[in-house]
């Protein structure tokens, strides 16, 4: 119950811990082989065609480019001729994005919901390793993103592993201007390669208290418009207390981003009846906001076995992922 009492100052599982070895083994050779092409499609492009997206104009050479890939809009206004050349899609670019903000650092099972996120990536990123893919990371905190380049190779996804364990810890209300809206909207921004996206966040906003789920959270449209050009994989991380209210007698509830904090007594059968329906009714908010927005989710609790978690998701996730991951409509890029 450290973490319920005090602010954690270091993280909650080593390195080691992240992602077993002896069960990731198992997790390749009995759920990978099925899973090649679950995430990317076999590397296949996302638009029509030889699996290639469109790189920056330059001016037409004659005798040397292809007319078919001449731009006519540049063209238009420079009075230039241009073509656009084009990127092969070779590897696959996995990109997570880890929200750090003070919510994370609930966690009464002896593991925080910032460093379950981090163990969700390093599943994740182990079983995209197979092909040289590249994986990269975003942190973002409440004052700023930081950046950790994507690499190839198992070596390079423990070093992006290690700098967001040993990520400092964010205070409890901490200034700044970035929520998960901003956060979602600097990755599309930052990463204009096509590939699988991953947004690892308990999903709460700080003063969020809607619970009607025809509300869309103030994150949805951003994450509709990131899976316009990706796949879009959410993780929402989430502690046993946060959904079942314990019976402790009177304690201070207080929310780390904002100023609400209340005395609550939680011997009170009905009020505990309470906090469960309005914390169920908040869960299921989100689930269906990522729903509408068309990306695969992820349930990982703090007091459950989030490898076992993640390959049952795997196995039904893969009849689904078609369909799912269509182009959301009426979202411009």
């Known amino acids: 119950m450290a973490s319920v009492l005090r602010e954690p100052t270091a993280a909650t599982l080593p390195l080691n811990k992240l992602a ?157 201007s970035f929520e998960l809206a901003a956060g979602i909207e600097a990755m599309a921004r930052l990463q204009r390669r096509r590939g699988l996206r991953v947004v690892v966040s308990d999903f709460l906003s700080a003063g969020d208290t809607e619970l009607d789920p025809n509300v869309e959270p103030d994150w949805e449209r951003p994450l509709r418009r990131l899976g316009v050009r990706n796949q879009v994989l959410c993780v929402e991380v989430v502690d046993r207390r946060e959904l079942e209210f314990p019976d402790v007698g009177d304690i201070l509830i207080r929310d780390p981003e904002s100023d609400f904090q209340r005395y609550v007594n939680t011997s009170d059968a009905a009020a505990r009846a309470r906090f469960d329906a309005a914390a169920a009714a908040q869960r299921e908010r989100v689930r269906i906001a990522i729903r509408r927005a068309g990306a695969g989710h992820i349930s990982l609790r703090t007091d459950r076995d989030w490898v076992y978690d993640i390959a049952r998701f795997v196995l039904a996730y893969r009849r689904t992922a078609a369909m799912l991951h269509q182009p959301p409509q009426g979202v411009s890029v």
């Open 20 to 176: 077993p070895e002896a069960a990731l083994r198992r997790l390749e050779l009995t759920i990978v082989r099925r899973m090649e092409g679950f995430l990317h499609g076999d590397h296949r492009g996302l638009l029509p065609g030889p699996g290639s997206e469109t790189n920056d104009a330059r001016i037409y050479v004659p005798g040397q480019d292809d007319v078919r890939k001449m731009d006519w809009a540049v063209t238009a206004r420079t009075q230039i001729p241009h073509v656009r050349d084009t990127i092969a899609d070779r590897e696959l670019e996995v990109w997570a994005l880890l929200d750090v903000t003070p919510s994370m650092n609930w966690g009464t099972e002896g593991v925080t919901k910032r460093d379950l996120g981090i163990a969700a990536i390093a599943t994740i990123g182990f079983l995209t390793q197979q092909m040289g893919d590249r994986f990269g990371g975003l942190i973002m905190r409440p004052d700023k993103i930081a950046r950790i380049p994507a690499r190839s190779g198992r070596m390079a996804l423990y070093g992006l592993l290690r700098r967001m364990l040993t990520e400092p810890i964010v205070k409890d209300h901490s200034a700044g």
